[in-house]
């Protein structure tokens, strides 16, 4: 059966780093692009960004443009995202999920925690 | 980016009610639309695509109609295992986003 499963979630200062993994299984992880969505406490869905399938594309929310870089090894059927210059508001639980290209994710992880605080 | 606003914000049911969610974009995003349900402590789970298409597996109580700028997600008879979070997302914009939820509650 599918599986995603994130890790490298933890505690970090602000202005610190962090890499995240998310581990594919189950399914042609290399026709897949992928993302990365958040949810901050208590709140709301927020899409961070998407690579495609052979990392051709990749696109970023505004709020993370230029201090996430998002990436992908399909020979590790792996994704990955680079985040520095961590802010309080980073703050979030971060799932990597999987989509056929269309836009609609069918699959998730079960999320990693990041939190961002001094 | 589009904006997407999901209505309401919260609503109590009882077990057995029709409930109808809605979510209005800031412009037409044709039928790339997507609706996810999501409960405390896990991640979101698909239940429809392109408007209204029902994901595999999902029970067809579940229905979602409209396009260009209007939709909707309804739950004909509402059962125990209903009571979630549901969030909408557009996907016709390269910029994904997502509905601000309605988290429906036992009444």
């Known amino acids: 059966q599918v599986q995603l499963v994130e890790s490298g979630g933890g505690l970090v200062k602000p202005g610190g780093s962090l890499r995240l993994s998310c581990a594919a299984s189950?399914?042609?992880?290399?026709?897949?692009?992928m993302s990365w969505i958040r949810q901050a406490p208590g709140k709301g869905l927020e899409w961070v960004s998407y690579i495609s399938s052979s990392s051709s594309y990749t696109n970023y929310a505004d709020s993370v443009k230029g201090r996430f870089t998002i990436s992908r090894d399909n020979a590790k059927n792996s994704l990955y995202l680079q985040m520095n210059s961590l802010r309080a508001e980073d703050t979030a639980v971060y799932y990597c999920?999987?989509?056929?290209?269309?836009?609609?994710?069918?699959?998730w992880g079960q999320g990693t925690l990041v939190t961002v605080s001094s | 980016a589009i904006r997407i606003t999901q209505s309401p914000s919260s609503l109590s049911a009882s077990t057995g009610d029709r409930v109808t969610i809605t979510c209005r974009a800031s412009q037409g995003i044709s039928s790339y639309l997507a609706w996810y349900q999501q409960k405390p402590g896990k991640a979101p789970k698909l239940l429809i695509y392109a408007a209204s298409t029902l994901q595999s597996g999902v029970p067809s109580r579940f229905s979602g109609s409209g396009s260009g700028t209007d939709f909707t997600l309804t739950i004909s008879c509402l059962q125990s295992e209903d009571f979630a979070t549901y969030y909408c997302q557009q996907y016709y914009s390269y910029l994904l986003t997502f509905g601000g939820g309605t988290k429906v509650e036992i009444k």
């Open positions: 999920a999987s989509t056929n290209s269309s836009g609609w994710y069918g699959y």
């Open positions: 189950g399914f042609t992880f290399s026709d897949y692009y």
